[in-house]
């Protein structure tokens, strides 16, 4: 089964209770893979546009970031993947985690970048 596009970092360290632990915890366990193995394991449907593959989004990012990267990690001793670039990670996340979190009820100050 194929990981699910989730959020931005952002949306997950301010809109969820333990976001910023999660996002730590992902962090903490990244490793780079290879673009191939990340289309392999994730469904970016909801983030791409109506003509725009995985592949030409990364390509995308990476025109402007040279730096651009896909990592996967666990959180929760699951596995995740996420696209780094430009001081933003796009989450694709297991509906096992993701429908567990928690919304905050108080408002957060923009996370610092990594």
Request: glycine content about 4%.
């Amino acid at each position: 089964m194929l990981i699910p596009y989730f959020s931005q970092c952002d949306r997950l360290r301010i809109f969820y209770k333990e976001g910023e632990a999660l996002w730590q915890e992902m962090m903490d366990n990244r490793f780079p893979v290879v673009l191939g193995k990340a289309m392999g394991a994730v469904d970016a449907t909801d983030l791409l546009d109506e003509d725009e593959t995985l592949e030409s989004l990364f390509h995308y990012h990476l025109d402007s970031d040279p730096e651009a990267q896909f990592y996967t990690s666990s959180i929760r001793g699951e596995e995740v993947y996420f696209l780094q670039s430009s001081g933003f990670e796009m989450i694709f996340m297991p509906e096992s985690i993701s429908k567990t979190l928690t919304l905050s009820d108080e408002k957060r100050e923009t996370p610092k970048l990594y």
